[in-house]
């Protein structure tokens, strides 16, 4: 008797200890994702391989954000273009993974809109800058008469800057 007793005893205490176990009615606990910020391109990639771009602050001015305006850079075929405020825009690049970067021959639609104050502005930027610095997912741009930069863009990690 004290063996069946002993049986018995043993098959419910595992019965018990195994259904506190369960984890039918249990929450699964997972830890928070962790977020890696890599740099969006590296000056080595940046001066090899396309990229898009949209424009937050022109002459440290930043209401261009408010106007869609963005570049993209295609430096396997030495050339760069966006759209402005209003109008498309590209001309020839040049640059390299040291900083050094030169946007000339800029051409562009000429549609006439209301407010073209800030596509001169970017228009200016772009002819002035001879350097760029990248920052996170910032890209600056500068010209070798201040630390300040002339033009600052976002990197955009979607391509809706790119204007084929």
């Known amino acids: 008797m004290n063996k069946v007793f002993f049986i018995l005893s043993l098959c419910m205490t595992l019965m018990i200890a195994s259904s506190c176990g369960s984890k039918k009615n249990a929450t699964p606990h997972t830890a928070p994702p962790v ?9 080595q990639e940046f001066a090899s391989v396309e990229t898009h ?3 937050i602050e022109v002459f440290g001015d930043d209401k261009i954000k408010a106007t869609n305006s963005n ?12 759209n402005a405020t209003c109008n498309a825009y590209s001309g020839k690049l ?15 639609t ?20 001879n350097r760029y610095m990248l920052s996170n997912e910032t890209l600056h741009l500068y010209n070798g008469e201040n630390d300040k930069p002339i033009a ?7 391509g809706e800057a790119k204007t084929d």
């Open 53 to 55: 771009w949209k424009a």
């Open 35 to 43: 977020m890696i910020m890599l740099p969006p391109v590296t000056p």
């Open 110 to 129: 000429r549609m006439a809109c209301e407010n073209m104050v800030y596509e001169s502005k970017l228009f200016d930027a772009l002819y002035k800058t």
């Open 71 to 82: 570049i993209s850079f295609y430096p396997q075929v030495e050339n760069f273009g966006g």
């Open 94 to 108: 040049t640059l390299n993974e040291h900083g050094i970067i030169r946007m000339k021959e800029i051409i562009s």
């Open 152 to 158: 600052s863009f976002t990197f955009d990690r979607k």
